[in-house]
Structures are given as structure tokens and as C-alpha cells.
């Protein structure tokens, strides 16, 4: 018969080998069906056709560009990728017969007011973000927050304090802030009661992370 050594062991190390994995493939999963900063209409892969100019010392940029696959207001549009804001903007140099996926939001004179814009008679997007690998920026910024969400979740001990007088104020991140604060209160407990076991103080950490990811999820709604 198997003893109850043998048989602890193998069951401590599923456990831990099945909460590493959560912990490691639960981030990618969120960020696939996580919202960005708002409803994207125009989602597509795009060829760049030409740079048609540029603006406040090359921080605004336009190029024509023609829709390979995805949703777009015409097949052969301009799209104004703005360096400071539009997310991996200034991680790639855009050059003519270069296909790359972008997401955007239809311009108007009205909406995008000022003489910093320039409009060339297409129907034109202002991009949000670029996609230069196989991820978003916004999908890679998700996934920073969620596996660093274990350790800046103590700053929540403090920031249920001050949180509900700043201006970025939420109640969907002010709950996520109590919901992590009562983790790392009970991550606490459990360690002193457990007198800091090996095996037990590894299972309570990786739960405990499992936990915060999840805490976090809300978070990822205001970040834009």
C-alpha cells in the first residue's frame, strides 16, 4: 500500500504543478476577452500605401494606407498615428508596403478640431494602438498588471485609505483594492497559523496569487 508520506507528496506537488499553471496561462486567457480603453468599430491589417505627411515636429504622422483583412470605413483609407498616445506608436517605424494591424476610431473635422490635424479627403482613422507582434499593447500592458498584481496588491493596504478621494476614483477599483486588501489579510493568517510549513506556506503564496489576479480583473476596465 502507498503510504500516506508518499501519497501527501504526490498530492502536494499536483496542486502546486496545477495552481503554477493557472497562475501562468489565466493572464493570457483575460487578456484575450479584457476591454481596452473602448469600443473599437475599426479592427484591421492594413497595408501602408505612403506617408502623406506629418505634424507637431513628426509627433503626428498620416499615411495612406488599404485594408487587407478586418473592418474598415473603405478599402483605401488614412489612418493618424499619434506617437505620444497611439499605443506602440513609438515602438515601430512605419514604412511603405508594410502590413501591420492597427485599431482605430473614424476622425471628423468636428471631433478632432485643430490645426494640428491635417485631413486629405479620405475618410480617416486616429489609431489607438499598433499591433507589432502577437500581442497588443494593451493585451501586453493587461498581462504586466495581472502577473505583478500579487505583489503591488499590498499597496492596496494603504490605497483603500486614499483611494476614494482621488480623481481617478472608481468603485470597481476601489473594490478590487478591498478585495486584495482582505487576501493579503488572510495570506497573513493562514501563514501564522500554519507556523510557516514549507509545503503549506508554498500552496497558501501560489492560491493566494491565483486570488489577486482575479481581484485585479476589474482594474483592467479603467485603464485607458
Do not use: C
Amino acid at each position: 500500500m502507498e503510504g500516506k508520506g508518499v501519497k501527501a507528496s504526490r498530492n502536494f506537488k499536483m496542486i502546486s504543478v496545477m495552481l503554477l499553471v493557472v497562475f501562468l496561462v489565466f493572464p493570457l486567457l483575460v487578456v484575450q476577452v479584457a476591454p481596452t480603453d473602448n469600443p473599437q468599430p475599426y479592427i484591421f491589417k492594413a497595408e501602408i500605401v505612403q506617408k502623406l505627411d506629418e505634424t507637431m515636429q513628426g509627433k503626428l504622422r498620416y499615411f495612406l494606407v488599404e485594408k487587407l483583412e478586418g473592418s474598415s470605413p473603405t478599402a483605401e483609407f488614412v489612418v493618424t498615428i499619434d506617437r505620444p498616445y497611439t499605443r506602440g506608436g513609438y515602438l515601430i517605424e512605419l514604412e511603405k508596403n508594410q502590413q501591420i494591424w492597427m485599431q482605430g476610431n473614424l476622425m471628423t473635422r468636428d471631433k478632432f478640431y485643430g490645426e494640428q490635424y491635417l485631413f486629405f479627403g479620405y475618410h480617416q482613422l486616429y489609431i489607438s494602438q499598433i499591433k507589432s507582434g502577437v500581442l497588443w499593447p494593451d493585451q501586453v500592458t493587461e498581462m504586466k498588471i495581472l502577473y505583478l498584481s500579487p505583489f503591488t496588491a499590498f499597496t492596496s493596504l494603504a490605497g483603500i485609505f486614499w483611494y476614494p478621494f482621488s480623481e481617478e476614483y472608481s468603485l470597481s477599483n476601489y473594490l478590487a483594492m478591498i478585495a486584495q486588501a482582505m487576501l493579503i489579510i488572510i495570506l497573513v493568517i493562514l501563514s501564522i497559523k500554519t507556523r510557516a510549513r514549507k509545503r503549506s506556506l508554498i500552496l497558501i503564496i501560489l492560491t493566494y496569487s491565483v486570488f489577486a489576479m482575479v481581484a485585479t480583473i476589474p482594474m483592467l476596465y479603467n485603464l485607458y
